[in-house]
């Protein structure tokens, strides 16, 4: 198994959050009725033309610096043709040869060296409508079933990134999109969930012989909406692969769909791979000349970045970057606690990877919650509290009302009636056996079902075997 290598790129489209769509000034809104944000542009109207959206462009000029893209001085729209009832222009404003963001290195954290994952590039585009489905995928069963398209979504600014074939296991391409993820929310340009949408990636995936120059055959993995699906879809693929080449077969090009729940790689009908775009530059458009002034309006805007951040609290905080977790969840909590993040640094070590917990599932604001109480919390509670934290709609609250027991108006009478019931152990400790204490705390835990503060607990034993 060892002797193959994969071989994965990845192509990510992001949705940018704008006031208003890429060439029309209709309001971005998915929540409202369908068609309810359309126009005479982004329905394709005879005559209507497209004026660029500034704030789009920014942003990607964003993204670009953070990837250490170079930035284009000319950037060309083109005309991507395609017929399709999501698309009522028959074409789609993309960019092609020359995007708003060429080459750049992006860097992911690793232990054990960092990890360059090279940037192909990254261009703006108008997203397609949505085509819903009535009565049925395809909108064919039955015979009476049908497509409705909803047109809100016609137009709006889509940033598309592509990758270098760079990244080497499914483990290590899920921990550049989470990073990447990290970076473009803090960048403030999208949402970029994958849930929602607004966050969507394809995998391209190959493998070859470790040490083979050159690259084999590479097949697409398309539709996964989660990190999880998207490792698990690129790691069947790989398999998949081995397999057939081990078998003195061939892997064809050609693209799958993953079903996350089956595990099931589903091929698309070879009919809508052969695609012939017929690119050509927009006749409508002139070419985006992003001037020095909204490059450095651009840099300024950049915060510092997680990749970075990483590294810098890694150094500060003294911590290893421990294999299989994953940065960018954990890294949101540092960001979200800075009072006290080697706690939350600990608490994500050993609870979160102790217990098989993706941190990306983890709530940041909730767990900095608990880690912020977790000296009054009894030990069970914030036990429990931690391995349910990865939960949907995991709340701290509920946790937080268990607060310990460290009143000592409460604590004295039981730990009188535990000395009491346990005269021997009492007479050992006095006569210094001093390990015995432990069995005192441990009594006083089990009647108070582990609400007691153990230092309070220890304090009071302490003072009143003394006594
Ligand atoms: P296109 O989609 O226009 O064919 P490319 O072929 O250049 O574009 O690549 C698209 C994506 O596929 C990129 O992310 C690239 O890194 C990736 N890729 C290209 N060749 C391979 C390969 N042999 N194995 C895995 N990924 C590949
Ligand atoms: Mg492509
Ligand atoms: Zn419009």
Request: proline share 6%; charged share 25%.
């Amino acid at each position: 198994m060892t002797e193959w290598e994969p071989v994965i790129g990845l192509e990510i489209h992001v949705h940018l959050k704008t006031r208003t769509k890429m060439f029309c000034a209709c309001e971005v809104v998915y929540s409202d009725p369908p068609n309810s944000h359309t126009c005479p542009v982004c329905l394709a109207h005879p005559g209507a033309l497209p004026v660029p959206n500034l704030l789009a462009i920014e942003h990607t000029v964003k993204l670009g610096l953070a990837l250490g893209c170079e930035i284009a001085t000319r950037a060309l729209f083109h005309r991507k043709n395609y017929f399709y009832p999501d698309n009522p222009k028959g074409y789609q404003i993309s960019q092609y040869d020359v995007p708003l963001c060429g080459r750049g290195v992006f860097v992911v954290p690793k232990p054990g060296g960092d990890q360059q994952v090279g940037i192909t590039r990254a261009h703006l585009e108008e997203d397609a409508a949505k085509n819903v489905h009535i009565g049925g995928a395809g909108g064919r069963i039955g015979g009476s079933a049908h497509t409705n398209v909803d047109f809100n979504r016609g137009g709006t600014p889509l940033l598309e990134i592509v990758t270098e074939p760079d990244l080497r296991s499914a483990d290590d391409a899920k921990r550049f999109l989470q990073l990447l993820r990290q970076t473009i929310v803090e960048l403030g340009i999208s949402d970029a969930e994958m849930e929602k949408g607004t966050l969507r990636a394809d995998a391209n995936v190959s493998v070859r012989k470790r040490g083979e120059a050159g690259y084999r055959t590479r097949t697409e993995l398309k539709n996964m909406n989660s990190f999880n699906f998207i490792a698990r879809g690129m790691q069947a693929e790989i398999e998949r692969q081995i397999g057939v080449w081990e078998a003195g077969g061939e892997v064809v090009q050609q693209t799958f769909d993953f079903d996350a729940a089956s595990g099931a790689l589903t091929p698309r009908r070879s009919k809508e791979e052969a695609e012939d775009y017929r690119y050509f530059p927009e006749p409508d458009l002139v070419p985006v000349e992003p001037g020095d002034q909204l490059v450095e309006r651009a840099r300024a805007a950049v915060p510092e970045l997680p990749g970075t951040r990483l590294r810098r609290l890694e150094a500060e905080l003294d911590f290893d970057l421990a294999e299989g977790l994953v940065t960018s969840g954990r890294d949101r909590l540092y960001a979200r606690t800075p009072g006290d993040r080697r706690a939350v640094a600990n608490v994500l070590m050993n609870e979160l990877a102790g217990k098989g917990i993706d941190p990306e599932a983890v709530d940041g604001d909730e767990l900095g919650k608990l880690v912020g109480a977790r000296a009054s919390l009894p030990r069970p509670v914030f036990a429990e509290a931690i391995a349910r934290s990865g939960d949907e709609g995991f709340r701290a609250e509920p946790y937080l009302a268990e607060v310990a027991v460290t009143d000592v108006g409460e604590l004295g009478p039981l730990i009188d009636t535990i000395l009491a019931a346990n005269p021997g152990q009492v007479a050992a400790f006095r006569g210094g056996k001093d390990g015995l204490l432990g069995f005192f705390v441990g009594q006083v835990m089990k009647e108070t079902g582990g609400k007691a503060d153990p230092r309070a607990v220890n304090e009071l034993l302490r003072a009143k075997l003394a006594g």
